[in-house]
């Protein structure tokens, strides 16, 4: 009996203690099952992504993780930020569509960073956002605001004028944007606009606006018509289609003087309100007038837009002013002034176009006298004045080149005097120069690049019908001609004269035959005898200067 009590003894310790284990396997297992559950739920997460508002967004979720750190490059370069609750902002202004890399290090709890690591480096390419202007052409009725319409919301609107720029910050982002500009009938605004306040504003659109009603047609151009540079665009906006006012028509342009070179330009249709002409090669020469011909009439607004013409299909052009300057330059190149110009910083660049802009702006450079000069020509001389001088060398130009000797009106003055500077065609002739002296005995001199080559006694106007006192450019020429007119007793001459230079209204310098020469005997002009005439003759030109000193 007490052997079979032992027995069951220990068999009843081993079974509790298997149920002990049991349990306690149980107990862990749960709590493992729990932990997994746990990690499962709240496994630590992290993402990163472009977002509204901000850069960038950081979302943390699972068990708690901080930001370690957050660094951007834009376009290769380093840029600092602020990270407020989980945005990415910029703390300088960026550029639209800039390419920006983030990357961002996040931190997680010690305790659990044997399992899943202690941080974790997120990385994002974005572009920063742009707004594109989607209509360049804006019609409202009278009085009404004028709506700009973008391809994205935008928080920053900027409006140039020529009243000054506004900059429009908006309470919220929006694609329409009413904008305040003058009420003027028609008029043009440089507009740009940024998505988010932390951009920079880019290059600026332009935004045609009309205000009229529905039965009118105005037409507004974007630049200055009456100062067109060499190889300017021209635009013209209309307040309706342009297919529905022009048909498939373009405008024409012809230049208003009869030989001067034709625009090569082409029209071109850029929007459905908008034609643009654009110049293939330099086409609006310093003052030129040109004749723009419109297929239908409309009503053009000024430049402001606050007043229309009547309706029209003609509207003039005209090239702008040319550099005085300038073109006293070319004509030193090319040896048609008695002085020498040395650029500042090297000749501009040999094309036409670029030489066709230069025309209005002059690069900087030096003048200086290639001869040692007399006084009375030397004081006649001033940079970018249209002095007799630079008015002589022009006329020489001209004559030399076959145009018609009319000064700066001539339509193909500035086109021919670049092509020969780049074509290095200097002026042939020698420079010469006139100088009379009415001091008794009165003297003619003839000076060649500075020297005297001649010297003779002259006759210069009598008492009442004086030869004028000046400098004078010779405008016209014969070998012989008559003169006419009425002697100063009332009888009438008509004589056979030779060797003829005029260079002031019927004055000139011309050989005559008289017994005497040196004082005064002729009627205004200045003789010579009829052989020193002739050697004279040759010498001089169209252009060349002629000085009656007192």
């Not at 009869?258 to 330009?265: E, H, M, R």
């Not at 030129?288 to 003609?314: D, H, R, Y």
């Not at 100088?435 to 003619?444: A, F, N």
């Not at 008289?514 to 002729?522: H, L, T």
Request: aromatic share 8%; proline share 8%.
């Amino acid at each position: 009996m007490e052997s079979n009590r032992g027995t069951w003894s220990i068999g009843t310790r081993r079974s509790k203690g298997k149920r002990i284990f049991f349990a306690a396997a149980g107990i862990t297992g749960a709590v493992l099952i729990a932990f997994g559950i746990f990690l499962a739920i709240e496994w630590p997460k992290a993402s990163l992504s472009q977002s509204t508002g901000s850069l960038a967004s950081i979302k943390l979720s699972g068990i708690p993780q901080s930001i370690d750190g957050v660094t951007v490059q834009v376009d290769g370069k380093s840029i600092p930020v602020t990270e407020t609750n989980g945005n990415i902002y910029p703390k300088v202004k960026l550029p639209v569509t800039a390419a920006a890399s983030i990357s961002v290090y996040v931190k997680r709890p010690s305790w659990i960073s044997w399992l899943v690591g202690g941080t974790t480096k997120l990385t994002e390419k974005i572009i920063t956002p742009s707004a594109r202007l989607l209509d360049p052409v804006s019609i409202a009725a009278a009085n009404a605001p004028v709506s700009s319409y973008f391809s994205v919301p935008v928080s920053v609107v900027s409006v140039s004028s020529n009243s000054g720029t506004k900059v429009m910050d908006l309470s919220s982002p929006s694609s329409k944007v009413e904008l305040n500009v003058a009420s003027s009938t028609a008029g043009a605004v440089d507009i740009s606009a940024i998505p988010e306040v932390w951009e920079q504003l880019p290059s600026p659109s332009k935004l045609v606006y009309f205000r009229v009603p529905p039965t009118t047609t105005v037409g507004l151009f974007d630049q200055n018509l009456t100062s067109l540079s060499p190889m300017s665009t021209i635009s013209l906006t209309l307040s309706k289609p342009i297919a529905s006012v022009f048909g498939s028509a373009m405008p024409t342009l012809k230049p208003t003087i009869n030989g001067a070179l034709i625009p090569k330009g082409k029209w071109s249709k850029t929007t459905p309100y908008s034609v643009v002409y654009t110049p293939t090669t330099p086409d609006f020469w310093p003052s030129e007038k040109f004749t723009l011909s419109l297929p239908s009439s409309v009503e053009i607004a000024s430049g402001n837009g606050g007043k229309l013409s009547a309706p029209t299909s003609s509207i003039t052009l005209q090239g702008a002013p040319p550099s005085i300057t300038r073109l006293q330059e070319l004509l030193a190149q090319l040896n048609y002034l008695p002085l020498s110009w040395n650029p500042a910083s090297g000749n501009p660049t040999p094309n036409l176009a670029t030489q066709a802009q230069l025309a209005l702006s002059a690069p900087a450079g030096t003048f200086a006298w290639r001869w040692n000069m007399p006084t009375p020509l030397t004081s006649l001389w001033q940079q970018g004045s249209y002095n007799v001088i630079t008015k002589g060398a022009v006329m020489s130009f001209e004559q030399f080149n076959g145009l018609n000797t009319v000064g700066l009106s001539n339509p193909l003055l500035w086109p021919t005097l670049i092509k020969d500077v780049l074509a290095k065609k200097v002026d042939p002739h020698r420079y010469s120069w006139i100088e009379v002296q009415k001091k008794l005995p009165q003297t003619l001199k003839l000076y060649e690049n500075g020297k005297v080559v001649l010297t003779s006694l002259t006759n210069t106007g009598i008492q009442g019908l004086n030869t004028t006192v000046g400098t004078f450019p010779i405008y016209l020429r014969f070998k012989q001609n008559y003169m006419s007119g009425t002697n100063p007793n009332g009888t009438t001459y008509h004589d056979k004269v030779y060797w003829i230079n005029y260079f002031l209204g019927s004055e000139a310098v011309h050989g005559f035959p008289r017994a005497q020469y040196g004082y005064q005997q002729s009627l205004g002009c200045v003789e010579l005898p009829i052989s020193t005439a002739a050697t004279v003759y040759p010498q001089v030109h169209i252009g060349t200067l002629t000085t009656i000193l007192p």
